[in-house]
């Protein structure tokens, strides 16, 4: 501890400061030197806060202890931050009080006796009661230090310390509005502690409204007043639903020249509860109109009728361009009465869910689903443990193998393409002496990971799933896109869907299975005409085949004329218009408007270049800005079940029911902004899409003998951050790859499939997919 030279000397109890615990004063050659108890380090001067900054690692006068516990560290940055924090406040009294005494020298001329210029300073503590200020020099020894003691004395009666006053002088915990500077980690264990006991989910941080929440409080300063239950539940809320209502007019104006679509979102809620929550879509943003309780409704197809009757009605029925539900037959019927109704609006059957039961579909096939499982295997070891996980982000710098989806089925082709893009890292993993030395590799399911990673058979199966799947998948994002309104596109996006497939089988007995599920999900409500109207008024299409179109793109674009525009004047005009159109005559055929259909959105390329056919310009607008999904935004944690509760409050019932209305809305908008998320496959945030991919297998389970331990677990990097933007890009690329080959084709309905010679062999890889 201290050598024979050295003399220990005693800490006297007057050594307030929590350093004086963790450190030695020595007398030796006659001066007194302070020496830390951990690295037994001399120092010479600078006194109690130099050991302070010591043991606190903090690189300013003192080098960092290299033995010091966390505890203490922690403790000793704590102390300096407080001492930070009481030497800021007593700059700023100062401060004050020599803006005060400034103004008292010149409302009297400066003839004020220097000794009465302490007496504003209770006047600045706000009539606070007597307390003592100790000042004394810190890290001095007991005979070398001296207490000096002032008394501010404030009028009678005295009033209360008051809290902010407290935390500074008592040095307790600093409550919000104290003025105080807290580093980050205080300010993220601040938040941590609000969102842990409040119960607030943890992906609330991934808000678009979380970043501003914070910058405002700070930009309010100190002294914010604490809004109160009551506050949020008032005047808040009320504000809200004023901002969220304002929304909706400047949208209500849009609607009429882009028209608009009624989105009947239907879904089955974990009690069984059958709800459709209807959203008003046009390109400018989807507003969130009310939820209701279907559960009685939508087997009947005349009180369904009733039910969209009446949302027409309160939209507008001149604003309507389509009313989008399920394809479920009484849907079906309902949709059709209401067209009899309406007589200028389509009932369109939703394309996302079709889509979305094509890929299901495909997955059920013996094969596919049997190297679904597989994959499973994998992403179920991998993902349950600590160890194996660390090592797999390792070897892909940070990349998860599970990728989200919106849906069940179109996240297995999603997550298969993700693992087939990583399969030389993990062929890497399991061949490192790293998994060769570690205890999970003699585990049935390590063993089972390494067979499966090692087979060709497997690898190869995946990449044929995915370029058969792919062109579905990216076609399910189009018609979900927030980005470009898919009526323009669906129509050739569906024919190219079935060309990738024919191209990559080539043998018509192959293909001819995913065609069939295709067709089946896709015609049992035909014709679209919006669809094929969509694919006639897109120039980047149009002109591609020349004008030469199938009876099929025709007539649904003569349907949409008839049906659109009521008035017979305006459709004669409109039939004179489609030869300019035709001809690219005028501004269409402009050099601008050449480049332009590949660049613009087919709507803005007709209201930009469509001046000289005004009638066929506002048709092709209205179409063209309409989107063919009904499916919203993510529901998770809003109550909408808890609305349809009959035994509540009526009043209560109200608040909750705006409260929804404002929830929904915001995260309709925040979709529409948010350009990227943190995604962790694991999280229970995401269990609903991806628990059978994150789950071990019950046959391969490690055994008892484990301990597992999440905290060892390696976060997700920033490489693991999902861009929304992501999807455009894909949607983008797809659009690109639409050559005029496939163009033509969806334009004259050519399919010629038996003039293409089969060939006896498929890729490799292919072939097993429809065995």
């Given at each position: 501890m201290a050598s024979a030279s050295e003399i220990i000397l005693p800490i006297g109890t007057q050594k307030h400061d929590p350093a004086w615990k963790h450190c030695l004063m020595i007398r030796s050659g006659g001066r007194t030197k302070l020496k830390c108890m951990y690295c037994m380090k001399l120092f010479l001067g600078g006194g109690i806060h130099r050991i302070k900054e010591h043991l606190a690692r903090h690189k300013v006068n003192a080098s960092c202890c290299p033995k010091v516990p966390p505890e203490v560290q922690v403790a000793m940055q704590q102390s300096l931050d407080g001492a930070a924090v009481r030497k800021k406040?007593?700059?700023?009294?100062?401060?004050?009080?020599?803006?005060?005494?400034?103004?008292?020298?010149?409302?009297?001329?400066?003839?004020?006796?220097?000794?009465?210029?302490?007496?504003?300073?209770?006047?600045?503590?706000?009539?606070?009661?007597?307390?003592?200020?100790?000042?004394?020099?810190?890290?001095?020894?007991?005979?070398?230090g001296r207490k000096k003691r002032a008394r501010y004395t404030s009028p009678p009666p005295p009033a209360p310390l008051p809290p902010l006053v407290t935390a500074l002088e008592v040095g307790v915990p600093i409550k919000s509005g104290s003025g105080a500077t807290m580093d980050k980690d205080q300010v993220y264990m601040a938040i941590g502690r609000f969102l842990y006991e409040a119960g607030v989910p943890l992906d609330a941080v991934n808000s678009v409204y979380f970043q501003p929440?914070?910058?405002?409080?700070?930009?309010?300063?100190?002294?914010?007043?604490?809004?109160?239950?009551?506050?949020?539940?008032?005047?808040?809320?009320?504000?809200?639903?004023?901002?969220?209502?304002?929304?909706?007019?400047?949208?209500?104006?849009?609607?009429?020249?882009?028209?608009?679509?009624?989105?009947?979102?239907?879904?089955?809620?974990?009690?069984?509860?059958?709800?459709?929550?209807?959203?008003?879509?046009?390109?400018?943003?989807?507003?969130?109109?009310?939820?209701?309780?279907?559960?009685?409704?939508?087997?009947?197809?005349?009180?369904?009728?009733?039910?969209?009757?009446?949302v027409v009605e309160e939209v507008g029925a001149a604003n309507v361009v389509q009313v989008i539900t399920n394809n479920a037959e009484s849907h079906a019927i309902a949709?059709?009465?209401?067209?009899?109704?309406f007589p200028t609006l389509f009932w369109t059957p939703c394309a996302s869910q079709c889509i979305d039961a094509m890929l299901e579909d495909i997955g059920k096939l013996e094969a596919i689903s049997g190297v679904i499982e597989n994959a499973k295997t994998i992403t179920g070891f991998i993902y349950n443990h600590a160890?194996?996980?660390?090592?797999?982000?390792?070897?892909?710098?940070?990349?998860?193998?599970?990728?989200?989806?919106?849906?069940?089925?179109?996240?297995?082709?999603?997550?298969?393409?993700?693992?087939?893009?990583?399969?030389?890292?993990?062929?890497?993993?399991?061949?490192?002496?790293?998994?060769?030395?570690?205890?999970?590799?003699?585990?049935?399911?390590?063993?089972?990971?390494?067979?499966?990673?090692?087979?060709?058979?497997?690898w190869s199966s995946c990449a044929a799933i995915v370029r058969i799947t792919e062109p579905i998948v990216r076609v399910l994002k189009l018609v979900d896109s927030n980005k470009r309104p898919a009526m323009g596109y669906i129509y050739v996006a569906?024919?190219?869907?079935?060309?990738?497939?024919?191209?990559?089988?080539?043998?018509?007995?192959?293909?001819?299975?995913?065609?069939?599920?295709?067709?089946?999900?896709?015609?049992?409500?035909?014709?679209?005409?919006?669809?094929?109207?969509?694919?006639?008024?897109?120039?980047?299409?149009?002109?591609?085949?020349?004008?030469?179109?199938?009876?099929?793109?025709?007539?649904?674009?003569?349907?949409?004329i008839e049906r659109l525009v009521p008035e017979t004047k305006v459709q004669d005009k409109i039939q004179k218009e489609l030869s300019l159109y035709k001809s690219a005559a005028g501004d269409l055929g402009r050099k601008m408007a050449v480049r332009a259909r590949q660049t613009l959105l087919?709507?803005?390329?007709?209201?930009?270049?469509?001046?000289?056919?005004?009638?066929?310009?506002?048709?092709?607008?209205?179409?063209?800005?309409?989107?063919?999904?009904?499916?919203?935004?993510e529901r998770i944690h809003i109550p909408f079940e808890q609305i349809h509760n009959q035994r509540m409050n009526y009043l209560e019932h109200q608040r909750l029911c705006d409260l929804i209305f404002v929830r929904y809305n915001l995260r309709l908008q925040q979709r529409q902004l948010l350009k990227s998320k943190p995604f962790d496959p694991i999280s229970i945030d995401n269990i609903d899409i991806v628990?059978?991919?994150?789950?071990?297998?019950?046959?391969?389970?490690?055994?008892?003998?484990?301990?597992?331990?999440?905290?060892?677990?390696?976060?997700?990097?920033?490489?693991?951050?999902?861009?929304?933007?992501?999807?455009?890009?894909?949607?983008?690329?797809?659009?690109?790859?639409?050559?005029?080959?496939?163009?033509?084709?969806?334009?004259?309905?050519?399919?010629?499939?038996?003039?293409?010679?089969?060939?006896?062999?498929?890729?490799?890889?292919?072939?097993?997919?429809?065995?």
């Amino acid at each position: 501890m201290a050598s024979a030279s050295e003399i220990i000397l005693p800490i006297g109890t007057q050594k307030h400061d929590p350093a004086w615990k963790h450190c030695l004063m020595i007398r030796s050659g006659g001066r007194t030197k302070l020496k830390c108890m951990y690295c037994m380090k001399l120092f010479l001067g600078g006194g109690i806060h130099r050991i302070k900054e010591h043991l606190a690692r903090h690189k300013v006068n003192a080098s960092c202890c290299p033995k010091v516990p966390p505890e203490v560290q922690v403790a000793m940055q704590q102390s300096l931050d407080g001492a930070a924090v009481r030497k800021k406040k007593k700059l700023k009294l100062a401060e004050e009080v020599k803006k005060v005494n400034s103004g008292n020298n010149h409302a009297e001329g400066g003839q004020v006796d220097a000794a009465l210029q302490m007496i504003p300073v209770p006047e600045i503590l706000g009539d606070i009661a007597p307390i003592q200020v100790e000042v004394r020099e810190e890290g001095m020894p007991k005979e070398r230090g001296r207490k000096k003691r002032a008394r501010y004395t404030s009028p009678p009666p005295p009033a209360p310390l008051p809290p902010l006053v407290t935390a500074l002088e008592v040095g307790v915990p600093i409550k919000s509005g104290s003025g105080a500077t807290m580093d980050k980690d205080q300010v993220y264990m601040a938040i941590g502690r609000f969102l842990y006991e409040a119960g607030v989910p943890l992906d609330a941080v991934n808000s678009v409204y979380f970043q501003p929440m914070l910058d405002a409080i700070a930009s309010a300063g100190p002294g914010l007043e604490m809004f109160s239950y009551h506050d949020f539940r008032g005047w808040i809320l009320k504000r809200s639903i004023e901002e969220v209502n304002n929304k909706l007019l400047r949208l209500k104006g849009m609607w009429g020249r882009t028209g608009c679509s009624i989105l009947a979102d239907e879904w089955t809620t974990e009690t069984g509860k059958t709800l459709i929550n209807f959203l008003v879509y046009c390109p400018e943003g989807t507003m969130f109109l009310k939820s209701v309780d279907a559960s009685h409704i939508v087997t009947s197809a005349d009180t369904l009728y009733e039910l969209l009757k009446h949302v027409v009605e309160e939209v507008g029925a001149a604003n309507v361009v389509q009313v989008i539900t399920n394809n479920a037959e009484s849907h079906a019927i309902a949709g059709k009465r209401l067209t009899e109704t309406f007589p200028t609006l389509f009932w369109t059957p939703c394309a996302s869910q079709c889509i979305d039961a094509m890929l299901e579909d495909i997955g059920k096939l013996e094969a596919i689903s049997g190297v679904i499982e597989n994959a499973k295997t994998i992403t179920g070891f991998i993902y349950n443990h600590a160890i194996v996980l660390n090592l797999m982000r390792k070897y892909t710098n940070g990349k998860d193998l599970i990728i989200p989806g919106d849906t069940r089925a179109a996240m297995n082709f999603i997550t298969l393409k993700s693992m087939t893009s990583l399969k030389e890292e993990l062929t890497a993993m399991v061949g490192s002496e790293e998994w060769m030395e570690c205890p999970y590799s003699k585990k049935p399911g390590g063993i089972a990971m390494t067979n499966l990673i090692g087979s060709l058979e497997f690898w190869s199966s995946c990449a044929a799933i995915v370029r058969i799947t792919e062109p579905i998948v990216r076609v399910l994002k189009l018609v979900d896109s927030n980005k470009r309104p898919a009526m323009g596109y669906i129509y050739v996006a569906m024919h190219q869907v079935k060309q990738a497939i024919k191209k990559e089988l080539v043998k018509k007995r192959d293909y001819m299975t995913y065609w069939d599920i295709i067709d089946w999900r896709w015609d049992r409500q035909l014709p679209r005409p919006l669809h094929a109207a969509g694919f006639f008024l897109n120039p980047q299409f149009f002109y591609s085949i020349q004008g030469e179109v199938s009876n099929e793109v025709s007539s649904g674009m003569l349907d949409c004329i008839e049906r659109l525009v009521p008035e017979t004047k305006v459709q004669d005009k409109i039939q004179k218009e489609l030869s300019l159109y035709k001809s690219a005559a005028g501004d269409l055929g402009r050099k601008m408007a050449v480049r332009a259909r590949q660049t613009l959105l087919p709507a803005e390329w007709w209201s930009t270049y469509g001046g000289g056919c005004p009638n066929l310009m506002r048709l092709a607008v209205r179409i063209l800005s309409q989107t063919c999904s009904a499916r919203g935004c993510e529901r998770i944690h809003i109550p909408f079940e808890q609305i349809h509760n009959q035994r509540m409050n009526y009043l209560e019932h109200q608040r909750l029911c705006d409260l929804i209305f404002v929830r929904y809305n915001l995260r309709l908008q925040q979709r529409q902004l948010l350009k990227s998320k943190p995604f962790d496959p694991i999280s229970i945030d995401n269990i609903d899409i991806v628990d059978d991919w994150i789950v071990e297998k019950s046959e391969l389970l490690s055994g008892a003998d484990e301990d597992p331990n999440w905290m060892v677990l390696n976060p997700p990097l920033a490489s693991g951050v999902l861009s929304e933007n992501s999807d455009d890009v894909e949607v983008e690329a797809f659009i690109a790859g639409l050559d005029d080959e496939v163009i033509r084709g969806a334009g004259q309905d050519a399919e010629d499939d038996d003039d293409i010679k089969e060939e006896d062999e498929s890729r490799d890889g292919a072939s097993f997919i429809c065995n």
